[in-house]
């Protein structure tokens, strides 16, 4: 199963021919990704990586038929009207991947996919991979480094972090377990599917048995989920790790905020009202495989 | 987010059809006296901060004559207030208050929308009147495809008693504050106190708005010099660095000074991460070993080696650092021996004395710490690369060994020296610096390993010798990723022939600077 990528999952690269769409439809196809057809707009007839490529998101459905996803590699500033033109053209799953999106055009993005019933990952993400099947964006750099480092099993992993994501896998990996699913939710503070929605995923999924979840100061993502946990929304162990302990809190600048927010975004906020829901902390990075040994143990899992 | 003072935010509110008191920003004493003299007292001034809460400390004073306000000018025009000198005041007719509200629009990002928030009691301690009376506060969020047009503001505030003409004022205020944010990009758009004067006119007293870090690049008319979040004005270095960001969309660089001098009697590092989270975690065990950090540094979301080069050469213009600490999440997904290459160039070319651990986990990692060795004999100073498998608490335990072994050198920044081309080179630009390449070295090469080591193909041989492959615009425009291939190879097996510049406007100067300053 895994969530939100197979590999039946029919994948579109916007952005195909450029330095990053090019590298990493090498990573997409090497790993097994089913990678169907490319966009770039004034490049249609060419071929990338034994991928077609197209003028248009219309003309791709056109000629190569149903497409489930596509991955963005546009620059930032050009995000937001790929993003619509998929949107438009009917496509469900949307991955932006570049850093530096205006918040405002993320705004859009999202009242459109709201709209026509789509559903997004980042901005700034590095993508979602589900071992041995697929891998949608950027993980793992290179298909024989993403099959090296991910083994295939039944932890889930949701991060803020690109760069943890891979490295709370490949550790939990490297440490003898397996991963269903794991997914950069995105870094920026408005993203298309925060931890709360990929944890639903997860709980859903009948082959994730245990999350495992990197949160960051800032937003209410993980409050959120420690109200998921509290309501039995969530029944399967989750052991978070919050990042930015030593970070001091920044002066506010915004009384709206704060009137809104109240105490929330904290790290002090995130780890209590996580522990009191019953999830398991980990102290540190190097500490997740430990405890993951341990929650596994605990509910019988092995 | 980028901050707007007042009278920046005002602008904007001004502009968008929002009253503000007549007013006008004084830099002198003696512009403060003119300004009252034409606006006609009683006049408030007020200093130019980012901060809260600035009539407490006294910053917002009034005046009753032209005279009187000069000379609270004078009292007030270069105080400290935090970390900024008061460089402005602004200097508004006074008003006289029937009502103190509060309207502020913000981003919800659980329901990815913006949302109002209004308050129908306003003014100082708001977070307190916040809490005390959530019956006085309505959250509303917009839609960004309908948008907030006067009739939705005015069914909003009929709820909360408003009335006649007042309503209709106050909801054609929301209504263009909410233009306003949505037209330039705002994270945050607050008025506190919206005021009901008087004479019944409905008017914005003060302001906070931030700006969007990634839509500054829309709004050049704001003259925001760094598009980031600081709580003090952005020193010198920081400045050069944020040229070098703005200018390249390959990848990010994030460059953030703790101290702008950093005692050489203190455990001071450069410190260069990779990646939000991998960069915290690693900042987090060099601090816990005992470490202070100069600087806070990111470069990620697959950076040029040109752009990793620069980075360095900004970390290593502070004097006074005992060692050079590069770290991520262990495992990144981006080519890592992109930011080996930046590094040793940069590490050769200022031939570095203190000691440097560079943790570059991830895609490439091998190849990442073999450039690492293999430059290594031409810099002074003891070089380690480790990789996925190293912990940060590890690598930092190395640092403190190495600096320890070394015999805890300073760093002393060393000149720019300018890179002067022979005579006849052969130089094709690229998308942020030039490749110099003298074909009379070349001449005398066997090993011919440049074109080779360039796997983009940027590179062919004419008559033995290195020339462009593509056509020259193709390279300016990014073909040539900067990825200082063939100037390493070069370096290492060929004829030194191959130069590539890679300009850092201002830091020659900034560290003559520096230099006289140690003299």
Redesign the interface.
């Known amino acids: 199963m895994a969530i939100l990528i197979n590999e039946k999952t029919r994948v579109l690269v916007q952005g195909i021919t450029g ?2 769409g090019r590298a990493r439809t090498k990573l997409m196809k090497g790993y097994g990704t089913n990678v169907v057809a490319g966009v770039t707009p004034g490049k249609g007839g060419q071929e990338v990586e034994g991928v077609p490529v197209f003028d248009s998101v219309y003309e791709a459905l056109e000629k190569v038929g149903e497409i489930n996803a596509s991955a963005i590699f546009v ?3 050009l995000v937001k009207s790929a993003a619509l033109e998929a949107i438009d053209a009917g496509i469900k799953l949307l991955l932006l991947v570049p ?10 993005i ?3 996919a ?2 026509r019933g789509a559903k997004f990952i980042g901005p700034n993400t ?1 993508g979602v991979l589900s071992p041995g099947r697929a891998v949608l964006g ?5 298909p024989e ?1 993403a099959k090296q ?1 991910f083994n295939k099993g039944d932890i889930g992993v949701s ?6 994501t ?2 709370i ?3 939990i990996s ?1 440490a003898g377990f397996g991963l269903s699913t794991i997914v950069h939710v995105g ?1 920026d ?4 599917l ?1 931890h709360p929605d990929i944890m639903k995923l997860f709980q859903q999924d009948p082959e994730t048995k245990m999350m495992v979840m ?1 949160g ?1 100061i800032g ?3 993980e409050e ?1 989920v420690a109200e998921m946990i509290e309501k039995g929304e969530i029944t399967k162990p989750v052991v978070a790790f919050i ?5 001091k809190e ?2 506010r ?8 927010e109240g105490g929330r975004g904290s790290y002090a906020s995130k780890v209590e009202k996580l522990k009191k829901a019953g999830a398991y902390i980990a102290e ?3 500490d997740i495989p430990k405890v993951v040994a341990e929650v596994r143990k605990k509910h019988g899992l092995d | ?1 980028a ?1 707007l003072y007042e009278y920046q935010g005002k602008k904007i509110l001004k502009l968008s059809g929002i009253k503000i008191p007549e007013g006008d920003v004084a830099n002198t004493p003696k512009q403060a006296k003119e300004i009252t003299e034409r606006l006609g007292p009683p006049v408030v001034l007020k200093i130019q901060v ?1 901060s ?1 809460g600035r009539a407490e400390i006294g910053g917002v004073k009034f005046a009753n004559s032209p005279e009187e306000a000069e000379q609270i000018a004078s009292a007030l025009l270069g105080i400290k207030v935090k970390n900024f000198i008061v460089e402005k005041l602004l200097v508004e007719k006074k008003a006289d208050i029937d009502r103190e509200l ?1 309207a ?7 329901h ?4 109002l ?1 209004f ?1 129908s009691i306003g003014g100082t301690g ?2 307190e009147i ?1 809490r005390e009376h959530p019956e006085a ?1 309505l ?1 509303q969020h917009i ?3 309908e948008g907030f047009p006067e009739y939705r503001a005015r069914k909003l505030l009929t709820k909360m008693g408003f009335k006649g003409k007042i309503l209709v004022k106050l909801s054609s205020t929301l209504s263009k504050l909410y233009k306003a944010f ?1 037209e330039y ?1 705002a ?2 758009a ?1 008025i ?1 106190p919206l005021v009901i004067t008087v004479d019944g006119e409905v008017v914005a007293l003060d302001c ?1 708005i ?1 700006i ?4 500054v ?2 709004h050049s008319d704001l003259g925001i010099e760094i598009a980031r ?1 600081f ?1 003090r004005p952005p020193t010198e270095l920081e400045k050069i660095a944020y040229k070098v960001e703005e200018k390249d ?2 990848g ?1 660089f994030y460059f953030f000074q703790m101290t702008e001098k950093p005692d050489p009697a203190e455990n001071y590092i450069g410190f260069h991460g ?5 960069s ?2 690693s ?2 065990a060099v ?1 816990k070993r005992g470490f202070k950090i100069a600087n806070f540094t990111d470069t ?3 950076p040029p080696a040109s752009k990793v080069y620069r980075a360095a050469k900004i970390i290593l213009s502070q004097p006074g650092i005992v060692g050079y600490f590069a770290s ?8 890592q021996f992109n930011s080996a290459r930046g590094l040793v160039k940069a590490f050769m070319e200022d031939q570095i004395e203190i000691p440097a651990v560079l943790r570059l986990g ?3 990692e091998e190849k990442a710490i073999e450039i690492l060795e293999t430059f290594s004999k031409f810099i002074p100073a003891k070089i380690e690369g480790y990789g ?2 190293d ?1 940060p ?1 590890f690598c930092a335990d190395r640092l403190a060994e190495l600096i320890k072994e070394g015999g805890r050198k300073v760093h002393r920044v060393k000149p720019i020296e300018e890179y002067k081309p022979p005579k006849g080179v052969y130089s094709f630009n690229t998308l942020t610096g030039k490749v110099f390449i003298d074909h009379s070295a070349c001449a005398k090469c066997e090993r011919k390993v440049c074109v080779d080591a360039c796997s983009y193909g940027v590179l062919k041989f004419e008559n033995g010798r290195p020339v462009l492959a593509i056509a020259e615009e193709d390279a300016g425009k ?1 073909k040539c ?1 900067e990825c200082l291939a063939c100037e390493l190879a070069c370096f290492l097996e060929g004829k030194k022939a191959i130069h590539i510049e890679l300009p850092i406007p201002g830091l020659k100067e900034y560290r003559e600077k520096i230099l006289k300053e140690g003299e």
Do not use: C
């Open positions: 330095r990053e620059p930032a500033p850093d530096r999106v205006p918040i405002h055009d993320v705004l859009e999202a009242a459109h709201e709209r590095l950027m993980i793992g750099g290179r480094t480092w991060s803020r972090s690109g760069g943890i891979s490295a896998s490949y550790y490297r870094g503070a408005v993203v298309g925060p990197f960051e937003t209410t993502q959120r990042g930015g302990k030593a970070a920044g002066t600048f915004s009384h709206a905020g704060a009137i809104v540190s990075l190097m | 987010m901050r980012w809260k509060f502020g629009i913000i981003i919800d990002d659980y990815k929308k913006p949302m928030v308050s708001i977070e916040a506060i959250t839609d960004v495809l949505r990009d994270r945050s607050e506190n906070h931030t969007d870090d990634y839509a690049y829309r979040e709580d969309y390959r990010t990779a990646g939000g989270g991998g915290m975690m900042m987090d601090l990620s979301g697959n991520g999440s262990g495992v990144a997904s981006q080519e991830g895609n490439y996925r498998d912990s608490e990014g990723t």
